[in-house]
């Protein structure tokens, strides 16, 4: 081939680059379309993984929400924060009573500190129990969990946020149903 020795092989080389140039330009297109949707699927797994952390130990938090995100179980009517029995370390301390729980609180080394066990407020149940939803991607029923966070703090006012949300271990999503503010800690 060589290069083009005339005006018209010239031509017919700058329109063969031409379809190349759009043929790169359409595969780089769809490539960056895939890193940004693995993007995605990645912060979604990420937060999930963080949430399912979460859930695990969010009851031994003092002041569930305000140095960072908590996460819950709720209740069959999704009205009450719980603690599911399956997902509790077989040593973990239940304090059943408000006595029992004001005996260790006058023990505690620091206000701030992590809970040795779970306060008698939370109610342990079985997972059965746990309140549940449809997920928006499968349909199928999964464990609704309670999002809650101080997302602003300020002298000029506060801002909590607390949600609901479908959490789907089979389609790896969560899908948020409820959702509200408010300017100081919610009554719960
Ligand atoms: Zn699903």
């Known amino acids: 081939m060589g290069f083009p020795t005339n005006i018209e092989a010239l031509r017919a080389n700058i329109e063969a680059l031409r379809a190349v140039v759009a043929t790169r330009q359409n595969a780089v297109k769809v490539a960056s379309d895939e890193v940004v949707r693995q993007e995605r699927r990645c912060q979604e797994n990420q937060a999930i993984v963080e949430i399912l952390n979460d859930l695990l130990n969010s009851w031994q938090d003092h002041d ?16 009450q924060r719980v603690v599911v029995r399956e997902f509790l370390p077989d040593d973990a301390k239940v304090y059943q009573t408000r006595k029992e729980w004001e005996e260790y609180d006058r023990t505690r080394s620091w206000h701030g500190a992590n809970y040795d066990g779970v306060p008698y407020w939370y109610p342990v149940v079985n997972l059965d129990a746990a309140g549940k939803s449809e997920c928006s991607e499968c349909k199928s029923v999964q464990p609704v969990v309670e999002h809650y966070v101080q997302t ?4 000029e006012g506060d801002e909590w946020l607390k949600e609901h ?24």
């Not at 569930?64 to 009205?79: E, I, M, Q, S």
């Not at 959490?167 to 969560?174: A, E, F, K, R």
Request: hydrophobic share 30%; charged share 25%; with cysteine.
């Open 152 to 155: 602003y703090d300020s002298p």
């Open 64 to 79: 569930p929400g305000k140095n960072h995100d908590v996460y819950f179980f709720l209740d069959a009517y999704l009205r």
């Open 165 to 188: 949300l479908v959490l789907c271990l089979d389609c790896n999503s969560t899908t948020v149903f409820k959702s509200k503010t408010s300017d100081s800690r919610f009554y719960l």
